[in-house]
């Protein structure tokens, strides 16, 4: 058993998927988010002092199948406002004596694949292989201390963080996205039938050439991949009418594919309470 999320060609000719990836583990490690206000709102505060933005700091270990986040999200106090912009930052685990303690190698312990790393994702894949039809060993890792900003093309789009009341916002890994090729923007991509070890699918970071290219291309549809908005409706799901994008971009298919699901997207939820005012 796993999460199911199918490989998708590059010219997206094809009627059916190149196969389907089982995934048995898929995490990331966030290293912090910080949502921020349009500048336009905060011209027209009159208190002075109002913060800006919000800063969660982490690290926090993101599970993408079972949509939980280690360790657990706090309830954090902010300013009631719009909130058009966030940004995230990777994190890679450190285990290096020679670099500053991490904080979650040794909940992790040296033997997890996770270590070294800021996301992993291991299964197996059956489907097209090179020109074979096969069902192989998968792994893809990344080393990412990266950050990345989510918003909307449209500065005034956001979710509004309501006064004395609870919010639930989260920020949405659609995992559905991440290996459909044909979303790159290379005239002639690349996907798994440009792999020539039909024995095995690992992508490290440590490969160039095709393998590079593969993961040059899953590594921008993670970065597009990332939705946020505020779970109006208090389900525990983003939905198309809740998240930063045209509903266009939230409905792409198959089992394991982000459809209003954020089971199957994975995601970090976050409790925000606003702030109350001064009596």
């Known amino acids: 058993t796993g999460l199911g999320v199918s490989v998708i060609a590059w010219d997206g000719t094809d009627a059916d998927p190149l196969g389907t990836l089982t995934l048995t583990d898929a995490r990331l490690v966030l290293k912090e988010f910080k949502f921020k206000r349009p500048e336009a709102e905060l011209e027209d505060e009159s208190d002075e002092g109002e913060n800006d933005s919000i800063k969660i700091e982490g690290p926090y270990i993101v599970n993408l199948i079972d949509n939980t986040v280690t360790p657990e999200l706090e309830l ?112 002639e991509g690349v996907d798994f039938r440009d792999l020539e070890d039909t024995t095995q699918i690992v992508l490290g970071h440590d490969f160039g050439g095709t393998h590079g290219k593969v993961r040059k291309a899953i590594k921008e549809n993670i970065k597009e991949s990332a939705d946020y908005g505020r779970d109006v409706d208090d389900d525990g799901w983003l939905d198309a009418d809740e998240d930063d994008d045209p509903d266009e971009h939230d409905s792409v298919g198959e089992d394991g594919e982000a459809e209003d699901d954020e089971s199957d997207d994975g995601g970090a939820e976050d409790d925000a309470e606003d702030e109350k005012e001064e009596e």
């Open 76 to 187: 954090v106090d902010v300013v009631a406002g719009t909130y058009t912009e966030i940004e995230v930052k990777l994190h890679k685990i450190r285990d290096d004596e020679d670099d500053e303690a991490d904080p979650l190698a040794p909940v992790l312990g040296p033997a997890d694949p996770l270590v070294g790393n800021s996301i992993y994702l291991e299964g197996s894949y059956t489907g097209t292989l090179g020109d074979a039809e096969v069902t192989v060993p998968f792994s893809l890792s990344f080393d990412l201390d990266e950050e990345f900003r989510l918003s909307d093309v449209d500065p005034s789009v956001g979710f509004a963080i309501n006064e004395n009341m609870l919010n639930d916002v989260i920020i949405a890994f659609r995992i559905g996205t991440w290996f459909d090729f044909s979303l790159s923007e290379e005239d």
